[in-house]
Nanobody
Framework: QVQLVESGGGLVQAGGSLRLSCVASGRTFSSYAVGWFRQAPGKEREFVARINWSGDVTRSADSVKGRFTVSRDNAKNTAYLQMNSLKSEDTAVYYC????????????????WGQGTWVTVSS
């Protein structure tokens, strides 16, 4: 069982930065891949980025590539999403999720979810 808690969201101006954290409880966090997803009002949940269990393989969606960076620190049971050069279209609730499939980009493949954190980018 893994419980996830996101933090770090908020209101930021376009062009600004935020770093989201995802803190996990449970001693098996390091055996799970972590995915970040977002859902804007009235839209489907979409893949943002993922990182494998050891942190050496990552992938980001084309819409955030070059602006967002996913990382993790297994010693701290924490994953991060560094978001730079934010745009108004990045406004959404951001979720972290944990799953066994290290290459999954479909939210249905992830088992454990955090409660989400709002990111609002003003233009």
């Amino acid at each position: 069982q893994v419980q996830l808690v996101e933090s770090g969201g908020g209101l930021v101006q376009a062009g600004g930065s935020l770093r989201l954290s995802c803190v996990a409880s449970g001693r098996t966090f390091s055996s799970y891949a972590v995915g970040w997803f977002r859902q804007a009002p009235g839209k489907e949940r979409e893949f943002v980025a993922r990182i494998n269990w050891s942190g050496d393989v990552t992938r980001s969606a084309d819409s955030v590539k070059g602006r967002f960076t996913v990382s993790r620190d297994n010693a701290k049971n924490t994953a991060y999403l560094q978001m730079n050069s934010l745009k108004s279209e990045d406004t959404a609730v951001y979720y972290c999720a944990a799953g066994r499939n290290s290459v999954a980009e479909d939210y249905k493949a992830y088992t454990y979810w955090g409660q989400g954190t709002w990111v609002t980018v003003s233009s």
